[in-house]
């Protein structure tokens, strides 16, 4: 089948060739040919599938066949509405709209939160016949009286499922109940929960559904590979690997905004240009960064899931998953960014030991075994374990065999609250405090004119003398702060918050006062718990290897070494040892 086949406009099908198109994507040849006839659509189909053409081109085509409405300010009535999950997505599909449309005289525009609204209320007001939008933005432009959605002929959901993971069902049904019933509906998702199938069934009528790949398949164009690595060693070995292959061009994927922004700044400060992309950035920042790694002016751009969607590079070479999802599916849409467009593509995945339950959960989702390779030098430590990860206000378990028990996981996320409150509290201090004057103490920490830091490094050592059968330990007399104290060796592996609307929080490193207050929970005490991950690990690796002080007998840890050490008890997978039960079973 070729596009001429479709029916579609003389003056759609002259901006298609021009772009070098002239056979439709499995998506297309079947999506478009429903949307013509007028039927809703279900549509499930993965990134890098032509997904965007797939209603672009016949919701151009509707338009053209109909007439034009009015608005209430006399402009222009928006008769198509498309719905994105993030900013970049919403400018990527109305760039499609304008490539496409440009020899229509149609008009079209996009709105989203991060810039300033005026220019955006005067488009709406003079009117367009398509407006595609994030769904924060548009109900703040609609409760303010500055649209007018009376005259919508289309709505297309698109990444349904990723506007749902992003908590945005709420604003979707908002949205939906402010355009008018009689419409015909798209609804694109790459993955199909019950969730979706509950808003499909709200918002569709006797859709023809299309799904062209199943959902749990991955691009077979990608070449994929798992590097065991430790804790501590993921920025340098996600450097050597962008040197010694000489990479120009790779995409790296976080969980969190923080650990975005310590990547990219490691990288930068090791010579390989790099910028972060993530929800926090201004819009300015965002356009910034993506123009700079498109041109090849960054060599790698350190995203979170989220801010990476709407990323569309036809022959993006490189995706490193630096820290492992949590959600299988998650895997799919980050690897789905390269092997666009027939191009092939190779995907990295550092995966630690705290992370390869994941990885084995991701196997079983892709039904494929991933290639492993050991790279010298940067493989786990002897004697690491697996130990819980925090994700916001809760911990979980990313590792392979049995998790801890709930005392142990339910320490962990203590220690992650308070560490979190400690960097925000850091954070603003530091913020406040960068242009103080000399005479007094800056509480941004470090010099502050003849002020001395208030979190100057200091060392506290934990006893750990735990008691009982939970592990309780007795609490020493509180440690005079020492500002004069010697500095902790400084650490390069940082790490941090998960997902954009719910961020998993980690911070940089334990200041010292912290230390004095928090556990170096790592004793024999938690009911004879040999071998229980440390509760105050909270991030796969930006704790890695770092010494620190605290309170004696915290929560029954205490200090010292962990008994049971040596290999992993139930663990092994990727990052050593033998494992007992299902799954595969690495070597270091």
Known sequence: MTFDELKLAPAILKAVHEHGYDTPTPIQAQAIPAVLEGH?????????????????????????MSRSATNKFGGTGIRALVLTPTRELAAQVEESVRTYGKYLQLSSTVIFGGVGMNPQISKLKSGV?????????????????????????????????????????????????????????????????????????????????IQVTPRNTTVQRITQVIHP?????KKALLAHIINENKWSQVLVFTRTKFGANSVAEFLTKNGIEAMALHGNKSQSARTQALAGFKSGELRALVATDIAARGIDIDELPHVVNYEIPNVSEDYVHRIGRTGRAGSSGEAVSFVCLDEEGFMQEIERFTKQTIPVQVIEGFGPEEGERAEPIAMGRQTIWGGAGRPPSREVMQAAAKAARTEMLQRIRENKAGQGGGNGGGGGQRRGGGQGGNGQGRNANGGGQGQGQGQGPRGQGARPQQQPRNPQGPARAPQHHHHAPHEERQPRHHGNSHSPTQANQVAHLRAESVGGGAGQPDPLRTSVDHMGGRGRGGRSGGGGYGGGNRSGGGGRSGGGGYGGGNRSGGGRSFGR
């Open 40 to 64: 809703d659509l279900l549509g499930g189909a993965q990134t890098g599938t032509g997904k965007t053409a797939a209603f672009t081109l016949p919701m151009l085509h509707k338009l053209t």
């Open 129 to 209: 016949d398509i407006l595609v939008a994030t769904p924060g933005r548009l109900l703040d432009l609609q409760q303010q009286g500055m649209l007018d959605l009376g005259q919508v002929q289309m709505l297309i959901l698109d990444e349904a499922d990723r506007m749902l993971d992003m908590g945005f069902i709420h604003d979707v049904k908002k949205v939906l109940a402010l355009v008018p019933k009689e419409k015909q509906s798209l609804l694109f998702s790459a993955t199909f929960s019950d969730e979706i199938r509950d808003l499909a069934a709200t918002l569709l009528r006797n859709p023809q559904s």
């Open 229 to 233: 690595v430790g804790r501590g060693k």
